[in-house]
């Protein structure tokens, strides 16, 4: 795809409402917002497929896996307890999520687009990290008030953002997003993980230390080339943060591995999954709530708290595919570029490839994988895929902030 010109004024104001939306998304209560800043991505993006030179078009990355989706999400229709709101969840997540995937990736791909798409998850994370701890001191407990969003949605946007915090580490970008980018994400990164404390939540840290992990142990294994001490850090790190997991769950008077509130919830829906098992009951991870009303035991469960089983129940087989297809197709995907486009190259593969990884493990935890929180995976991953694929693609010497 044509690298645009950095002067180009489509993808600059472009990239500036894509940060301006990453800023509002896991802020509460900024509906009009996001659907102005959400506006001004698509006709920019629009914009900027204007001014590209097609002689050299080819198909969208993960294009099939995205089309299955939605035939998926579709295909569930006729099983919906109501179709018209069936087919709204469906337009407003995987509509909007396919839409804003392939404009944060459209717009990421031109040099100066890393600027933005920092600065505005630095600034995304420390505004809603700031209002919880500002929240929590005024109330004494987590209330999701004004700006604050609740606090599953705060953990599971926190860990979305982390990955994009983690350029300025990275000295090849370092340069490029200037010198107060570092001092900045340490004060996001600390604020976030004084949010993450105040959660009491044992998956935080549990999805922290293998997004950690899977980083360190991608970098110093294909850039430092010694995979011995990558897998040292690995270890070192994630066992670090586990062990933070452990007071997190000893704070709550529990074991680090107790899960058997899941097991009550798991079982009842798995059979229900084989009444459908090939259509599933409706798009919408609360499409079933009446079943959950008569069948399930504990009082306030209305959906299956997995991805996999909330994807199976509501979309069958087919969404089940498609869910496999879109996260392995994104790792496949980040892994491929890893070999191309040298060290700053390597740095948003290996990010793409934490936050995929741990997206999907948080919400098989318990699944947030919905509204915001989709469409703030979506922007990220669009805009990490990118700034790999923009390296690949810039000629030799040519800097990304050029």
Same mark, same amino acid.
């Given at each position: 795809?044509?690298?645009?010109?950095?002067?180009?004024?489509?993808?600059?104001?472009?990239?500036?409402?894509?940060?301006?939306?990453?800023?509002?998304?896991?802020?509460?209560?900024?509906?009009?917002?996001?659907?102005?800043?959400?506006?001004?991505?698509?006709?920019?993006?629009?914009?900027?497929?204007?001014?590209?030179?097609?002689?050299?078009?080819?198909?969208?990355?993960?294009?099939?896996?995205?089309?299955?989706?939605?035939?998926?999400?579709?295909?569930?229709?006729?099983?919906?307890?109501?179709?018209?709101?069936?087919?709204?969840?469906?337009?407003?997540?995987?509509?909007?999520?396919?839409?804003?995937?392939?404009?944060?990736?459209?717009?990421?791909?031109?040099?100066?687009?890393?600027?933005?798409?920092? /600065?505005?998850?630095?600034?995304?994370?420390?505004?809603?990290?700031?209002?919880?701890?500002?929240? /929590?001191?005024?109330?004494?407990?987590?209330?999701?008030?004004?700006?604050?969003?609740?606090?599953?949605?705060?953990?599971?946007?926190?860990?979305?953002?982390?990955?994009?915090?983690?350029?300025?580490?990275?000295?090849? /970008?370092?340069?490029?997003?200037?010198?107060?980018?570092?001092?900045?994400? #340490?004060?996001?990164?600390?604020?976030?993980?004084?949010?993450?404390?105040?959660?009491?939540?044992?998956?935080?840290?549990?999805?922290?230390?293998?997004?950690?992990?899977?980083?360190?142990?991608?970098?110093?294994?294909?850039?430092?080339?010694?995979?011995?001490?990558?897998?040292? /850090?690995?270890?070192?790190?994630?066992?670090?943060?586990?062990?933070?997991?452990?007071?997190?769950?000893?704070?709550?008077? #529990?074991?680090?591995?107790?899960?058997?509130?899941?097991?009550?919830?798991?079982?009842?829906?798995?059979?229900?999954?084989?009444?459908?098992?090939?259509?599933?009951?409706?798009?919408?991870?609360?499409?079933?709530?009446?079943?959950?009303?008569?069948?399930?035991?504990?009082?306030?469960?209305?959906?299956?708290?997995?991805?996999?089983?909330?994807?199976?129940?509501?979309?069958?087989?087919?969404?089940?595919?498609?869910?496999?297809?879109?996260?392995?197709?994104?790792?496949?995907?980040?892994?491929?570029? #890893?070999?191309?486009?040298?060290?700053?190259?390597?740095?948003?593969?290996?990010?793409?490839?934490?936050?995929?990884?741990?997206?999907?493990?948080?919400?098989?935890?318990?699944?947030?994988?919905?509204?915001?929180?989709?469409?703030?995976?979506?922007?990220?991953?669009?805009?990490?895929?990118?700034?790999?694929?923009?390296?690949?693609?810039?000629?030799?010497?040519?800097?990304?902030?050029?």
């Amino acid at each position: 795809m044509t690298i645009l010109s950095p002067t180009d004024p489509a993808r600059r104001l472009g990239m500036l409402c894509l940060a301006g939306l990453v800023v509002v998304l896991p802020l509460a209560h900024l509906a009009a917002w996001r659907s102005l800043f959400m506006l001004g991505v698509v006709v920019c993006s629009l914009g900027c497929l204007w001014l590209k030179d097609w002689s050299d078009w080819r198909c969208p990355p993960l294009l099939w896996a995205f089309l299955l989706w939605i035939v998926a999400a579709f295909s569930s229709l006729p099983d919906g307890p109501s179709r018209p709101e069936v087919l709204q969840l469906a337009l407003q997540e995987v509509g909007k999520g396919t839409l804003l995937f392939y404009c944060a990736y459209l717009l990421a791909l031109g040099p100066g687009s890393a600027v933005f798409a920092y /600065w505005g998850s630095a600034l995304a994370l420390a505004l809603v990290s700031g209002a919880a701890l500002v929240s /929590w001191g005024i109330h004494g407990n987590w209330v999701a008030k004004g700006l604050v969003p609740a606090l599953g949605d705060y953990a599971t946007s926190a860990l979305t953002l982390l990955p994009l915090l983690a350029l300025p580490f990275f000295k090849s /970008w370092r340069v490029l997003l200037g010198r107060w980018s570092r001092p900045f994400a #340490m004060i996001a990164l600390v604020l976030a993980l004084a949010g993450g404390v105040l959660t009491m939540s044992r998956s935080v840290w549990l999805v922290l230390a293998i997004m950690l992990a899977v980083l360190l142990g991608l970098w110093h294994g294909r850039q430092l080339r010694n995979w011995r001490r990558g897998l040292l /850090w690995s270890l070192v790190s994630g066992g670090l943060l586990l062990f933070v997991a452990l007071l997190v769950a000893r704070w709550r008077g #529990m074991d680090l591995l107790f899960f058997a509130a899941r097991k009550d919830i798991y079982g009842p829906v798995f059979e229900h999954i084989l009444e459908s098992p090939w259509t599933g009951f409706g798009y919408g991870h609360e499409s079933a709530k009446a079943w959950y009303l008569e069948h399930m035991v504990e009082p306030g469960v209305f959906h299956a708290h997995n991805l996999l089983l909330s994807y199976a129940e509501q979309m069958g087989v087919l969404g089940l595919v498609a869910l496999f297809a879109i996260f392995g197709g994104l790792i496949h995907r980040f892994f491929k570029g #890893m070999d191309r486009g040298g060290a700053r190259g390597l740095a948003p593969a290996a990010l793409g490839v934490a936050l995929v990884v741990g997206i999907f493990v948080k919400n098989n935890l318990d699944i947030f994988f919905v509204r915001h929180n989709l469409l703030l995976f979506f922007v990220c991953a669009g805009m990490l895929l990118g700034l790999l694929e923009g390296e690949k693609a810039r000629p030799v010497g040519e800097e990304q902030g050029s």
